[in-house]
């Protein structure tokens, strides 16, 4: 055998044993143990329509279609019960059962009015009433309540963290979730979820972009259908497999995409971004959601099939604000002094990856960040109106105290400047989780250990 043939084997035989080790991370699923759905509607959620002024009711019931489902509602200040029997059904079929998905979209609802429902399939007698109230137009500003991954477990403080997040901030019109909401596409963490954001979700809009946690692994990744489900807005926005939406609300454009796809499929996303960017009402804030970050803390060299396909659309037509997640640390950026043109708009985006979730990766130190943070449930509050849009991060797990703040203001020049608060509030929250020190290797600990010790000898 020649030494050329030998050396071939012997890498070939190497990579073939390294694969076979990773191919359980890289394209294998835990299985879903099979489960049964409850008859009695449940999972109710609240969201968007395909505007401002719509609404989509969603719950599941049963394993099969029953056609006698239906919802009622009425606009409080007139008290007319309106009957949608026939509600648009799906039946899912998943990996451990199937589930009967339900839907009514109300169009066209009325600022400031209160709305109630009720999901009371025909021949039921009692069933709960749920209500929400639309924002006024005229209000003096808007916001909205952003969480990065949440990927709690069972016996997790979601619940409470949810709860603390909706009585603190009643006025938020919605929330919206960065993806890996679920731990993994099995029945249990749907449940989870919903158990978690009881009594919220009924009544307070939600949305999400998907994470990768809530893909099946394999050669080729596909989204778990409950997703979709669940979240039926993207069932008339989505361009072919990808998951976008994008929703004009009093003043902000939200754009939300899916950076989970597999690479070809993310410049059909890449158009849809940039037709809709160019078409977005141009004093709107332009906001860009999606689950890998464009500034990755991790370094220049992460996701970069996502941000060859996003990062100079969003640079270059305007976006001002990119909230991601997947990381599982706290850091917010823009860039200062890279970029050629240095007047304050071409310094945006803000790029903020944040998360809500007991993991907690570590933090890396090489790439510039104008705020750092670990160990902690964050969430951010968006607030805007015609001259500004502040965001506000929050850490839960520290009794919902402030962790930083910035501004973007145009209320005196146009385009905007960034307005800096975080520098003035308690120092950055740099230190190893007890969920690291006991999860990662003793190797990675002490890399972590060495690496928060220089950070913390440059800061000085
Ligand atoms: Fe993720």
């Known amino acids: 055998m020649s030494k050329k043939l030998y050396i071939t084997g012997i890498v070939v035989a190497a990579l073939s044993i390294w694969i076979g080790t990773r191919w359980n991370t890289w394209f294998g699923n835990p299985p879903e143990p099979p489960y049964t759905t409850s008859t009695a509607p449940h999972h109710i959620l609240l969201t968007f329509g395909q505007d401002q002024n719509s609404r989509i009711i969603c719950w599941q019931a049963g394993e099969e279609i029953d056609r006698l489902q239906s919802l009622i509602y009425k606009d409080e200040s007139d008290s007319t019960a309106i009957n949608v029997e026939n509600p648009k059904a799906i039946l899912d079929s998943t990996r451990g059962g199937k589930v009967a998905f339900y839907s009514v979209t109300l169009q066209s609802l009325k600022s400031g009015h209160k709305y109630s429902y009720c999901i009371k399939p025909v021949g039921v007698d009692d069933a709960p009433w749920y209500s929400f109230e639309m924002p006024k137009d005229s209000q003096p500003e808007h916001s909205f309540i952003f969480f990065g991954d949440v990927q709690d477990s ?34 249990c963490y ?23 946690h809530e893909y099946l692994k394999g050669i080729r990744r596909t989204l778990d259908s409950r997703f979709g489900n669940t979240f039926q807005y993207f069932q008339t926005s989505k361009v072919g497999e990808n998951h976008v939406y994008r929703l004009d609300y009093n003043g902000a454009s939200l754009f939300l995409l899916d950076s ?10 890449a158009d849809w971004l940039e037709k809709n960017l160019k078409n977005c009402p141009a004093d709107n804030w332009k906001i860009v ?10 370094g220049a060299y992460y996701n970069l099939p996502v941000k060859w396909a996003f990062k100079s659309l969003v640079e270059d037509l305007g976006v001002h604000l990119v909230l991601s997640g997947h990381e599982h640390v706290y850091a917010r950026y823009n860039e200062k002094e890279k970029r050629k043109d240095t007047t304050a708009i071409d310094k945006l985006p ?21 705020r750092i943070g670990t160990d902690g449930r964050f969430y951010q509050k968006i607030t805007f109106n015609e001259d500004a849009l502040m965001i506000e991060t929050f850490d839960a797990a520290n009794n919902g105290q402030l962790y930083d703040k910035v501004m973007l203001d145009r209320s005196e020049s146009k385009p905007c400047s960034v307005e800096e608060f975080g520098t003035s ?3 950055q929250q740099v230190r190893m989780s007890d969920w690291y020190r006991t999860v990662k290797k003793p190797k990675r600990v002490k890399e972590y250990e060495d690496d928060i010790k220089k950070w913390e000898m440059s800061q000085k």
Not at 154 to 175: E, L, M, P
Not at 196 to 206: F, G, N, R, T, Y
Not at 289 to 298: A, E, G
Request: charge should be negative; glycine fraction near 4%.
């Open 154 to 187: 069972v016996g997790g403080i979601s619940k409470s963290v949810f709860k603390h997040v909706a009585n603190t901030h009643s006025n938020a019109d919605f929330w919206l979730f960065g993806g890996d909401l679920i731990e993994r596409p099995i029945s």
């Open 190 to 212: 749907w449940d989870l979820v919903f158990n978690d954001l009881d009594s919220i979700a009924q009544c307070k809009p939600m949305l999400a972009i998907a994470g990768n």
């Open 260 to 269: 989970n796809v597999d690479s070809w499929q993310l410049t059909d996303q």
């Open 289 to 298: 959601v999606l689950h890998h970050p464009l500034h990755s803390n991790k």
């Open 350 to 370: 803000l790029y903020i990856d944040s998360y809500c979730s007991p993991k907690h990766y570590r933090l890396y130190f090489d790439e510039p960040e104008d």
């Open 425 to 427: 509030l308690d120092p």
